[in-house]
């Protein structure tokens, strides 16, 4: 059982910027692909990035490609998403999850582990 605890949430104004961590119970953490959803009042769940444990590729959803960054820090068993030039739309709870190997990542399916989430509120 691996458990996430996501942190770094909170009220920021519109153009800024944060930084979320996900910090995972596992020493296999590096085995894992590690994503971030969000979810939005009276919303579905949607994708927002992804890394791949063993290629460190990278995969953003269109509306926060050049504008989020997600990283990975094995040593620290930690996921980040860095957040620039939020926008109102942003708003929403965001999950960390960790999947043990999927072709897609971009489907909550592929995920065997997830956070309890961290809001993010974007005030324009």
């Known amino acids: 059982q691996v458990q996430l605890v996501e942190s770094g949430g909170g009220l920021v104004q519109a153009g800024g910027s944060l930084r979320l961590s996900c910090v995972a119970s596992t020493h296999t953490f590096g085995t894992y692909a590690m994503g971030w959803f969000r979810q939005a009042p009276k919303k579905e769940r949607d994708f927002v990035a992804a890394i791949r444990w063993s290629t460190g590729t990278e995969y953003y959803s269109d509306s926060v490609k050049g504008r989020f960054t997600i990283s990975r820090d094995n040593a620290k068993d930690t996921v980040y998403l860095q957040m620039n030039a939020l926008k109102s739309e942003d708003t929403a709870v965001y999950y960390c999850?960790?999947?043990?190997?999927?072709?897609?990542?971009?489907?909550?399916?592929?995920?065997?582990?997830w956070g309890q989430g961290t809001q993010v509120t974007v005030s324009s």
């Open positions: 999850a960790a999947s043990s190997g999927a072709f897609d990542l971009t489907y909550d399916s592929a995920y065997n582990y």
